[in-house]
């Protein structure tokens, strides 16, 4: 089984840098691209960025637009965010996982959204101070 590990976490202070990597043992078949959640305390996991398998198709929450960075990098298995500009707000521990598509019948279209049990790191710890 294809495990997701990341590393980059740790603690910044508001207006710094940290740049968080996902590395994959191997390949996910089935997968259409991979994101990037995160979970403060005492609050919901959401959905900060996601990227399509084509390396180009992004997507970002409102809160991160303009200071994150999704990429990936193919040849390692390796999924990234820059997080730049840092708020106390960011503080979270951060998860990567893999996406698929999940089919919506209503309108008859593929989404590249769902993600599975299996395929989740561990999460690694941002804490951004004042």
């Known amino acids: 089984q294809v495990q997701l590990v990341e590393s980059g976490g740790g603690s910044a202070q508001a207006g710094g840098s940290l740049k968080l990597s996902c590395a994959a043992s191997?390949?996910?078949?089935?997968?259409?691209?991979m994101a990037w959640y995160r979970q403060a305390a005492g609050t919901e996991r959401e959905l900060v960025s996601s990227?399509?398998?084509?390396?180009?198709?992004?997507s970002y929450a409102d809160s991160v637009k303009g200071r994150f960075t999704i990429s990936r990098d193919k040849a390692k298995s390796t999924l990234y965010l820059q997080m730049n500009s840092l708020k106390t707000e960011d503080t979270a521990v951060y998860y990567c996982?893999?996406?698929?598509?999940?089919?919506?019948?209503?309108?008859?279209?593929?989404?590249?959204?769902?993600?599975?049990?299996?395929?989740w790191g561990q999460g690694t710890q941002v804490t951004v101070s004042q």
């Open positions: 996982a893999a996406l698929f598509f999940r089919f919506n019948s209503d309108v008859g279209t593929a989404y590249c959204t769902q993600t599975r049990d299996n395929y």
């Open positions: 191997g390949p996910i078949f089935g997968s259409c691209g």
């Open positions: 990227i399509r398998n084509d390396g180009y198709t992004t």
